[in-house]
């Protein structure tokens, strides 16, 4: 819920991919800064593989352009070593009502948030050493789509840096990125003469994905003045996700998202209190690379009896990482230091031999056969005899194929690319990459 008390300076976060959903970030962007008070962000990662960011800072009466250079190659590094000390700056000015972040298409909102709660700001001038949101406050993340080119955006599986906005070795997908843009939105503006059909199931995939972000669709984002888009974050419901970062173990169905079929559009919820078996559901993971739009959730490896694991796909990407481990693993010390509402969920489905080990996925599909899904990964459980050796002789179990191998973690890696803690990319077949 919204604190009408807090005197944090609100931050608006502008997503949107190249394009016409880029164009309408950049309107918005244009649109805001002419409101008194309102400072306006933009890095420019357009030259980033000669090494350079432009920082553009825009206020209704004026615009100023600054060159960086890369902090140690790292782009989340630069923009953490000039954007979070700004954003403290900014706030101190009386004159600074609002600060709106138009984000590059290659930089994460979510990620980004994160980085705003979490990473410390020091060497600020008459501030205490601390994470920037002492000082702001994240008021919405409105995403812009292309509503002609973002599904087909969501399901593919080209590499972000085969687009255009990415540095050769980032190994992120369209899909990722394109998901993850309306996964995190509190808002949408939808662009573009949508066929009607089109339309449709387009507005069923984004109802799943961001339950209960008010929507603007627009044929053209120079029809979008200031007090439409004042409307659209108005609107905005005092419980909305705000720049929160969920971990691996908060509730997957996120909002109140439909669970009926629409236009073919469905959330797919699949649970099991028994392991998968590590070759047959690395197998079975073909299943969520055609007709899906995204899946994620906690899995429980036979194998790896003491680690939670963490899946999401998105399109014909997946990337597959350790979130720490089951409450059943841990010493009576960790488990009192592990969340309480993880705790009192965990106790409710508590299992005598297994404890809170389980599976539990949510897949949302446009073009798939539900069943098929659920038949494939029933199929990668392991059976009854199976399960016998799991609980009886963990020791043979260990020698059992496991594709999903070890995990690792760039040290430069942002931390909340993902609920796991380190994480490996795969492609659609599901062999690291």
Known sequence: MLDQSDRRTPVVLLAGFAGPAMTGVEHIAAVLSEDAGTVVVHHDLAELREGVVRRTVRTSGNVTTTVLELAHGCVSCTLR????????????????????????????????????????????????????????????VLTCVDGNQWLADATGD??????GPASADDERTVAQVAVG??????????LGDVEPLDRERLGAVLARLA???????????????AMEIGALLTRVPADARR????????PLLRGQPPLSTDCGVSIIEFAARRPFHPARLHEALDVLFDGVVTARGRIWLATQPEQVVWLESAGGGLRVGGAGKWLAAMTPEEQAEADPARRAMAALGWDDRFGDRDV?????????????????????LVEDDELLLVDRAPERVARWEDPFGEWHEDPCADPAEAPAAASERTNPRGETA
């Open 243 to 250: 720049g929160r970062v969920f971990d691996a173990h908060a």
């Open 81 to 140: 070593a000039d954007l979070l000390p700004m954003l403290c700056t900014l706030a101190a000015r009386e004159s600074v009502r609002r600060i709106v972040l138009a984000l590059d298409p290659a930089i994460e909102a979510e990620a980004l948030c994160h980085a705003i709660q979490t990473v410390e700001v020091t060497g600020v001038a008459d501030r205490v050493d601390g994470p920037s949101a002492r000082n702001v406050r994240i008021e919405a």
């Open 360 to 380: 539990s996925l949510v897949i949302l599909a446009h073009d798939a056969d539900p069943t098929e899904i659920r038949h494939a990964l029933h199929w990668a």
């Open 181 to 190: 843009q309306v996964d995190f939105a509190d808002a949408l503006v939808v």
């Open 158 to 163: 080209e590499a972000l840096a085969d687009r």
């Open 211 to 225: 339950p209960g972000a008010p929507t603007a669709w627009l044929d053209d984002a120079s029809t979008f003045d």
